[in-house]
């Protein structure tokens, strides 16, 4: 038994490898810079070189991919270009404050009590804040915002809900 746990540990080796080696070649084999997204469209040349060597992109394609493979190994998966966080960190955020405190609150609070409170008050605001939310196979929508006029149910679970407007 411990055999066969030895030998599926070591297929799946190459595998991962090989998955995190079609990753890196479609990212880098998509059209157009990768920075383009953080870079201001008037960015000096300074700038573009400085971001590059930030980001390792001066460096050759094979050192790229080893140092990714070596940091994600080490547990380091970059930073966020949204919320400009650990990506580790990152699971479970909102990138908003608000919302952010209350996902603390509810996950450090024991008290039952408390913690369905503070989960109520995000439920609440994320209602709120959402421009739609969308319930499947339910035939009256619960969570829909006070900011969505004009909402129209359909006669059934296949047919695309009508226009509606967004204050």
């Known amino acids: 038994m411990l055999g066969f746990l030895w ?11 090989g998955v995190a080696l079609v990753c890196f ?22 700038l573009q070189a400085k971001m590059k060597e930030l980001y390792g992109f001066n460096r050759s394609y094979p050192e790229q991919f080893v140092s990714c493979v070596w940091r994600a190994v080490q547990g380091d998966l970059g ?22 405190k209350l996902i603390a609150e509810a996950r450090t609070q024991f008290d039952d009590k408390k913690r ?7 439920h609440a605001r994320i209602v709120e ?24 149910q359909p006669r059934s679970w296949f047919i695309d809900l009508a226009p509606i407007s967004i204050n």
């Open 7 to 17: 030998r599926r540990l070591v297929y799946t080796l190459p595998i991962m490898l």
């Open 25 to 46: 070649a479609l990212v880098h084999l998509a059209p157009g810079d990768p920075l383009v997204s953080i870079l201001p469209p008037d960015a000096s040349a300074e």
């Open 79 to 100: 930073t966020s270009i949204a919320s400009n966080r650990p990506v580790f960190n990152n699971w479970g955020y909102f990138g908003n404050p608000e919302f952010d």
């Open 116 to 122: 369905d409170v503070a989960l109520s008050k995000l």
């Open 129 to 152: 804040e959402a421009p739609f939310v969308w319930i499947a196979h339910d035939v009256g929508p619960r969570a829909v915002s006070s900011k969505i006029k004009g909402l129209v």
